[in-house]
Nanobody, 124 residues
Framework: QVQLVESGGGLVQAGGSLRLSCAAS????????LGWFRQAPGKEREFVAT????????YYADSVKSRFTISRDNAKNTVYLQMNSLKLEDTAVYYC?????????????????WGQGTQVTVSS
């Protein structure tokens, strides 16, 4: 089993940057595909980004492509989400998740383990 804990959320001005981290337990971290999702109040949880076990492949939602970067450090059992040029619409609770699909996945149903979430608020 994998336990995930997000950190790095907070308040940031539009146009600014923020980096989220997600620390994982377990000795098989590198065998999991990882993803970031977000959920705004009253909205459905939506896909943000995913990365394969070796970090050789990444995929992004169109809404964040060219602004966000997902990365991982398997030696530290940590996945990151670097968020640049933040917009008001990026305000949400952000969740990291781990999937047995080593190549990563877009659908939330493919993920077995989820973090507790971290709040990101973008102000004008």
């Amino acid at each position: 089993q994998v336990q995930l804990v997000e950190s790095g959320g907070g308040l940031v001005q539009a146009g600014g940057s923020l980096r989220l981290s997600c620390a994982a337990s377990g000795r098989t971290f590198s065998t999991y595909g990882l993803g970031w999702f977000r959920q705004a109040p009253g909205k459905e949880r939506e896909f943000v980004a995913t990365i394969s076990g070796s970090a050789s492949r990444t995929y992004y939602a169109d809404s964040v492509k060219s602004r966000f970067t997902i990365s991982r450090d398997n030696a530290k059992n940590t996945v990151y989400l670097q968020m640049n040029s933040l917009k008001l619409e990026d305000t949400a609770v952000y969740y990291c998740a781990a999937s047995p699909r080593i190549g990563g996945a877009v659908g939330p149903g493919a993920y077995d383990y989820w973090g507790q979430g971290t709040q990101v608020t973008v102000s004008s």
